[in-house]
């Protein structure tokens, strides 16, 4: 049988209006409201993925995973409770479920960046400890007292044999050359241990610089001590020992005082002609 054209406009015309109206159903039950135990839980899961935000801004990585753990645990409820009782595809649950996906990422992402800044950071400890051992092995034997390069101060220096006495000097010799090595090495972060043996060899150096500092002016001062010795009883006979007379020659002894105005000497025979 053969439709008239009116037939088929009609026919035509409730087609569309049936579509029209499972579209805008469609469209009502996804817009209808979540059931208020799943828009809760909805709106717990947004509240901790706000606080993995403001965790993750301030580098608080144990924070972080802690909410997105509750996260998850809330969205099991929902699943295990009241799937299929509500439109998975709800604007609001979607737009949790998304978030949730892309924070997720986000932690991992941080997650492993930590991870690999904590590895770096072990290193990086890791090397600075050796190097103080390091150290700790080259500068220890020079206090230690047991040993060979011990540096003898003081009354122990001045007991000890006269073999330990030249133990005790030539270890400061080489002290003094490994401790001008040590000054130009940077090292970040000291230990304690460090700290320590770095604290007492700089004290036994500062003792042998101080004799060494004394040796050096006792040398360069000897020929002036020679010179000046007679004038001042040094040495015996002192044929040349100033008495205070009249009939001292002070213009002699001023020019070899002079120069060495300095030395105590000089000072000394200097104060005799002025006072």
């Known amino acids: 049988m053969t ?12 087609l569309c209006v049936g579509l029209v109206l499972t579209m805008a159903v469609v469209a009502l039950a996804a817009d209808a409201a979540l059931p208020s135990s799943v828009a809760s839980r909805v709106k717990k899961i947004n509240a901790a993925l706000d606080q993995v935000d403001k965790a993750l801004e301030l580098d608080r990585m144990t924070t972080a995973e802690r909410k997105l753990t509750e996260a998850n645990k809330t969205l099991k409820q929902i ?5 299929g009782k509500f439109d998975e595809k709800h604007a609001d649950y979607k737009a949790m479920t998304d978030r949730l996906t ?13 991870a690999a800044a904590d590895a770096a950071d072990k290193a990086t400890k890791a090397a600075n400890e050796a190097l103080c051992q390091e150290w700790i092995d080259k500068l220890d034997p020079f206090i230690d007292r047991g040993g060979d390069q011990y540096l003898r101060i003081g009354s122990d220096f001045n007991s000890a044999s006269p073999e330990d006495q030249a133990k005790s000097k030539a270890a400061y010799a080489r002290a003094k050359v490994l401790w001008a090595e040590y000054q130009k090495v940077t090292i970040p972060d000291k230990t304690r241990d460090l700290l320590n043996v770095e604290s007492s060899l700089a004290s036994s150096l500062r003792y042998y610089g101080h004799e060494e500092t004394a040796e050096a002016q006792a040398v360069a001062s000897k020929e002036w001590v ?15 020992r100033l008495i205070a007379s009249p009939t001292v020659d002070a213009e002699q002894v001023k020019k070899l005082a002079q120069p060495l105005k300095k030395n105590a000497y000089g000072k000394y025979l200097l104060d005799m002609l002025t006072h």
């Open 102 to 114: 892309a924070t997720t990422a986000k932690v991992e992402a941080a997650s492993k960046g930590a």
């Open 3 to 14: 439709r008239s054209p009116k037939t088929l406009w009609v026919n035509r015309f409730a």
């Open 79 to 83: 699943n295990d409770r009241y799937a």
């Open 226 to 240: 020679d010179k000046l010795g007679p004038f001042v009883g040094v040495g015996v006979p002192a044929p040349k």
